[in-house]
């Protein structure tokens, strides 16, 4: 006969058993019971300081690691709490377990204190969930729920448990094997398909590798550089693989999209094939979407069978893991040089190369100007010689840290990019470093972004991490303040913020960390070396920039990527379209 032991213990063991080593929550009333246990538990949870934290923190800790991120949250608001979190994870496919604490079971349904349906809540943010009833289903369910997480296309999951249930005594067994007939991700591509792939790779005369986040989370980024390099096919990153080949590899154009650059947005639109790995064809990046890569053929391969058709036809549609796919290509491309057959992309590399020398991201910063943010976050990423892990809130920042840090390996740049979620950034800075304690973490914020979360700097203080947070300081709301300018003449609406509140010194002081302010040029690298010095505790930058500067180069939504507008100043400079050229002059080195 088996020990007796409570739901709760049950709990704590099921996780053990999946290799958790951290999680992030706040105790509350129906979740009061697993919180006992965990005092015992080799698991080493982080105290948040909103529920919202703990979800993105453990997105930060999955996409930094590749493992499944853990958050705990008490019924009612910290179950909804959490909602904001999971549906970014969710968007960006990215493996979390949400456990969360519920009414006793004769509660469910009578409006209890502190009762919402978490689990009906949550069904269109969450991969799957569960209501765990009985309390011996506790460590199946927890395996199940890892297992789903981490496998076919990676997602969040909820797992709800009453308060009864976890303090409910049972004999204790081990999960057994995991087996779900209903759940089969398909992950070895088809054999036809692959072949019929490679003849329309060797028959394309303007090829372009679209990869997407999928090839992160395969784990396929050296095998991607293998495709490029045999094939000679350049590439395009989107927001979510950044990282995925790296930015000074000759074959990487970086990113496309609403705010990409304009070689990779232009090949996408000029290609006759597009070999879309682990992606979605999602409004960022395909602008217009019945004016997207009209002269392209369309190779899509993905995990989600759902994806594959979902925006654009495909004329290849492969199902199956992002490396598994590359690697059936790769090998079926090599037979096919074997036996002489080669691909002739010559003339698409030499127009590639002169986009690139010719429309590269510019920017000016004046010595005795203001901040351009492009120069502070191109500072950042030359002194830490981009190999830290990146994280971003969401807006101006996100994009220009996304274009001027020099990204070199998988899983060092992190953000919200489907769900868009401001407030992303400090949690999910404190989630990367939790699971990289080796890896300089810098947080690259906004001043909205940064006062939505800024109370986790409290744990991050407490529990002595390290992050270096710098926020792009504009006064504003510099996206949504971008746009009144160019699509609302300039009829600005509730979007400053100001300078002086809060002191983001003062702020960052009075939750125990260290706080700083630059406002010059001359002064960031020293600013920059003085944080990367401090190791015991967040250090927090305010970045004073200059409020006025605009994302370039950007398509606007809902318009074509023909229509891409790259600075202020308009200009008909090249051949193909009457485009707004970015006037200044690049910087010094070309970030």
């Known amino acids: 006969m088996s020990k007796e032991i409570t739901g709760a213990q049950a709990l704590m063991r099921a996780l053990e058993a999946q290799g958790v080593q951290h999680m992030f929550g706040i105790p509350g009333g129906a979740i009061l019971p697993a919180y006992d246990p965990l005092i ?12 919202q934290g703990a979800a993105h923190a453990a997105d930060g800790y999955a996409q930094a690691s590749g493992k499944v991120g853990v958050c705990m949250a ?6 909804t709490n959490l909602v904001t979190g999971l549906a970014s994870s969710y968007m960006d496919s990215v493996p979390v377990v949400a456990v969360t604490g519920q009414v006793p079971r004769w509660l469910i349904g009578s409006d209890g204190f502190q009762e919402t349906d978490a689990t009906g809540i949550t069904v269109p943010v969450t991969k799957h969930n569960w209501l765990v009833m009985d309390p011996g289903d506790i460590a199946q369910t927890i395996a199940e729920a890892f297992h789903i997480a981490s496998t076919g296309r ?28 209903g759940y089969q991700p398909k992950t070895k591509p088809n054999v036809r398909q692959i072949k019929e792939a490679a003849r329309l790779i060797l028959e394309a005369e303007r090829p372009v590798i679209y990869a997407g986040g999928g090839i992160i989370a395969a784990g396929a980024g050296p095998t991607l550089q293998k495709l490029a390099e045999l094939t000679g096919i350049h590439v395009v990153t989107t927001l979510m693989a950044r990282g995925a080949l790296p930015d000074d590899h000759p074959m990487c154009l970086g990113m496309p999209g609403m705010h990409g650059n304009y070689t990779a947005v232009t090949s996408m639109q000029r290609a006759d094939l597009l070999i879309a790995l682990g992606t979605r064809f999602d409004d960022r990046v395909t602008g217009k979407l019945p004016a997207f890569a009209t002269q392209a053929k369309v190779i899509h391969a993905d995990i989600d069978p759902a994806e594959i058709g979902k925006n654009r036809r495909a004329d290849v549609p492969i199902v199956g893991d992002a490396r598994l796919v ?11 040089f ?59 920042h996100q994009m220009w840290a996304s274009q001027f840090i020099r990204f070199q390996r998988p899983r060092t740049w992190i953000n919200s990019g489907g769900l868009g979620a401001m407030g992303f950034g400090v949690p999910a800075s404190m989630g990367a470093k939790v699971a990289m304690p080796d890896d300089e973490v810098w947080c690259i ?18 529990e002595k ?11 504003h709301l510099g996206m949504v303040r971008q746009w009144q300018e160019l699509f ?58 200059d409020p006025r500067e605009n994302c370039y180069p950007m398509v606007a939504a809902g318009t074509s990527n023909d229509d891409i507008i790259l600075g202020p100043e308009f200009e008909t400079d090249h051949e193909t379209h009457g485009d707004t050229l970015y006037s200044q002059d690049p910087p010094e080195e070309d970030s």
């Open 40 to 51: 015992e538990s080799s698991i080493h949870h982080v105290l948040a300081r909103h529920e």
């Open 74 to 79: 008490t019924s009612g608001p910290g179950a």
């Open 154 to 181: 990676p997602g969040p999951v909820l797992v709800d448990i009453p308060k009864d249930v976890l303090q409910a005594k049972f004999p204790y067994h081990d999960a057994s094997p995991v087996d779900l007939p």
């Open 326 to 336: 590359i690697e059936e290509l790769i090998s079926a491309l090599q037979a096919e």
């Open 338 to 396: 074997g036996k002489g057959a080669t691909g002739d992309y010559g003339a698409w590399t030499r127009q590639l190369d002169e986009w690139r020398s010719r429309f590269p991201y510019r920017f000016t910063q004046p010595d005795d100007g203001m901040l351009k943010p492009q120069f502070v976050i191109s500072r950042i990423s030359d002194i830490t010689g981009g190999n830290g892990i990146y994280v971003a809130g969401v807006g101006q």
């Open 445 to 462: 914020d906004g001043d909205g972004c940064f006062q939505m979360t800024c109370q986790e700097l409290a744990t991050m203080a407490v």
């Open 465 to 475: 991490i390290p992050v270096k947070i710098g926020i792009m300081n504009n006064a």
């Open 488 to 545: 609302y003449t300039e009829r600005y609406s509730q979007v400053e913020f100001g300078w002086d509140i809060p002191d983001y010194v003062k702020l960052a002081e009075a939750y125990g960390c260290v706080g700083l302010r630059c406002e010059s040029p001359d002064e960031v690298d020293a600013v920059i070396e003085k944080a990367r010095g401090v190791d015991d505790r967040p250090v927090v930058i305010d970045f004073r920039c």
